[in-house]
């Protein structure tokens, strides 16, 4: 097991080497020159001769002037330093200003996370044991119609629902404007902005992870063990969660782990629409402002996270199936 993991954390170390060549030179080719973006551009016109030197001395911070071999070797060297560079659109360092937004993407994305597999898993296994029934009929269709519709959809809709037709959550923000309170009133009204946004994100995934758990326990209550666990006289309950479901979880690690990281990336459309100040929506306004350096920071966060996820797939299917040899 040991080995396996070293092996594996080489294997990540040069995917990740790899994917930061690609990435930066990506970013070298999209036309724009972030030094600009930190002059004021009425200076052009009003005294240019302040204007070059305060755009020289932005290219200098930003180490343009240097050869691109140059700015990528010392940007990788900052970046696994936990320098990840300058932000021009905010003006200040990268890692200062993603703090607070990493927090927020955090808080809403594991909140996502508990809810989802609470409710899908429980409600997967029910489908699958009671297929065909009146229960398990409307439960389809009902998942077909969530995994159907778009997350921005379903965001709208809620939208108008609960803030515009029955005004019981904000639409946007994290925190009331001006609100001033002790950590607890805080973060209770933290959790009141994030309500709804938690239940579009929590509504969009259900259809897709309660139809994959209940097909993985479908296949599994077919086996010939099953059939013979009943045989012997084993009550329902020890079949179902003992065997069947031990058995159906090596699918579901997929689904889980391959969600978990997803997320992340999904919530960029709902960070943003309910501009819920998260690494999402940063990383949107950031693609928006040509904030490159805010950019690479976090696609090399969504690197990290799917290499870990990857990795953690593999040590949980060796967990859930002992019969699963990792070397």
């Known amino acids: 097991m040991i080995k396996y993991i070293l092996k594996r954390l080489l294997y990540v170390a040069f995917v990740f080497v790899i994917v930061s060549v690609v990435m930066f030179g990506i970013y070298k080719m999209v036309p724009g020159d972030p030094a600009r973006m930190m002059v004021d551009t009425s200076l052009s016109t009003s005294d240019p001769q302040r204007y070059d030197m305060l755009y020289q001395a932005a ?89 159907s519709l778009p997350g921005f959809i379903i965001a709208l809709v809620f939208i108008f629902l609960f803030s515009v037709h029955w005004p019981i959550f904000p639409i946007s923000g994290v925190n009331t404007p001006g609100l001033q309170g002790d950590a607890w009133q805080m973060f209770g009204d933290t959790m009141y902005h994030m309500a709804l946004p938690l239940l579009v994100m929590t509504v969009s995934s259900l259809g897709g992870i309660t139809r994959y758990v209940r097909a993985a326990m479908i296949d599994v209550l077919r086996m010939d063990y099953i059939r013979t666990a009943r045989a012997k006289g084993l009550r329902e309950k020890v079949v179902i969660y003992s065997h069947a479901f031990r058995n159906a979880l090596i699918p579901i690690v997929t689904i889980v782990t391959s969600w978990f990281v997803g997320v992340f990336g999904g ?61």
């Open 59 to 147: 290219r200098e911070r930003l180490g343009l002037d240097d050869p691109v071999i140059v700015q990528y070797f010392k940007w990788f060297g900052n970046m696994v330093t936990g320098n990840f560079g300058y932000s021009a659109t905010y003006r200040m360092p990268v890692v200062d200003m993603v703090g607070a937004p990493m927090r927020n993407t955090l808080l809403l994305n594991l909140a996502s996370l508990v809810l989802v597999f609470a409710i899908t898993i429980p409600l997967g296994i029910v489908t699958a044991v009671k297929k065909n029934s009146i229960f398990d009929n409307v439960v389809q269709v009902g998942t077909v119609i969530g995994y």
């Open 267 to 327: 919530s960029v459309v709902i960070e943003t629409i309910f501009m819920w100040n998260g690494i999402g929506k940063v990383l949107f306004d950031a693609l928006n402002q040509q904030d490159f350096a805010v950019v690479l920071a976090m696609q090399m966060f969504y690197v990290v996270l799917t290499l870990i996820g990857n990795l953690i797939m593999d040590l949980g299917y060796c967990l859930v199936d002992p019969r699963v040899k990792l070397e």
